[in-house]
């Protein structure tokens, strides 16, 4: 019989073992769409902050240097230990740490001036909730931004990419559409403003061994990739190694 574990659990498992890797990414650690996010904050000295999903805590980094505070609030103990080091490590004495559910804060009402939010998304369980408490607890007229991976425009394409994301991650829920954000994200209470679109490279064996994939489950994603139509790995951009590049998007809103 199998062992029942909830969608939080697997999360924290897969997350907090990974800790270290997450601070280290290339991938998380540099990139226009962080520079892009960031940027949200650079005019709002006297803002609070919350970094929902901080994972390795890269958006916290860079905008605590910028405003008055920053939360970074994530599901894992062990990857907000590792945040919590390495602010104190780099002098940020601003930046808090709170761990919990992205679908239920537990922050008041309109604490924050900003919600900034990077790759937590398509493992959030219920995508609509999150984008709720994110709304709630952000003051009218804030700033939210999120960035993550967009679905891609096609059934074909799409299902693809859900699929080796899966089998990379087993704690991958979905990326979104550009449409989906939107009109979540006006679901929930935000005007959307703005939305950018990057291009991101990943290496594939740096991309599996940041999480730690079975070998069974990394041979699965390689057979996928060798054995699709050539307008998907065209798409994809897909290279003899395995490596790839995806579609990235920052949403700007603000609440309503």
């Not at 949200?40 to 970094?51: E, F, P, Q, T, Y």
């Not at 924050?112 to 990077?118: C, E, G, I």
């Not at 050539?230 to 609440?255: C, M, P």
Request: net charge negative; charged share 20%.
């Amino acid at each position: 019989m199998l062992d029942t574990k909830n969608h939080e659990a697997l999360v924290g498992d897969q997350f907090g073992a990974r800790a270290n890797a997450y601070l280290t990414s290339a991938v998380h650690a540099q990139g226009r769409d962080l520079e892009a996010l960031v940027a949200l904050a650079g005019n709002h000295r006297n803002a609070r902050v919350l970094d929902l999903g901080c994972g390795g805590g890269h958006v916290a980094f860079n905008v605590a240097p910028h405003v008055r505070e920053v939360v970074a609030y994530d599901l894992s103990t062990e990857m907000l230990d590792v945040v919590a080091g390495a602010a104190k490590e780099r002098g940020l004495t601003n930046l808090k740490t709170q761990q919990g559910v992205v679908e239920n804060l537990p922050f008041a009402d309109g604490s924050f001036d900003l919600v900034l939010s990077r790759y937590s998304a398509h493992h959030w369980r219920d995508f609509d909730a999150a984008l709720r408490e994110a709304a709630r607890v952000l003051k009218p007229g804030g700033i939210a931004g999120f960035v993550d991976s967009v679905a891609p425009p096609t059934p074909l394409l799409d299902t693809y990419y859900q699929t080796i994301e899966m089998l990379r991650d087993c704690s991958h829920v979905r990326s979104y559409s550009r449409a989906e954000w939107e009109t979540a994200m006006a679901r929930a209470g935000f005007l959307p403003q703005v939305s950018v679109q990057f291009r991101v490279h990943l290496v594939f064996n740096v991309w599996i061994e940041r999480m730690r994939t079975p070998k069974v489950q990394v041979d699965a994603i390689r057979a996928l990739q060798t054995s699709v139509a050539t307008s998907v790995t065209r798409y994809f951009e897909t290279e003899s190694d395995g490596s790839f590049a995806i579609d990235v998007a920052l949403f700007q809103a603000v609440k309503g």
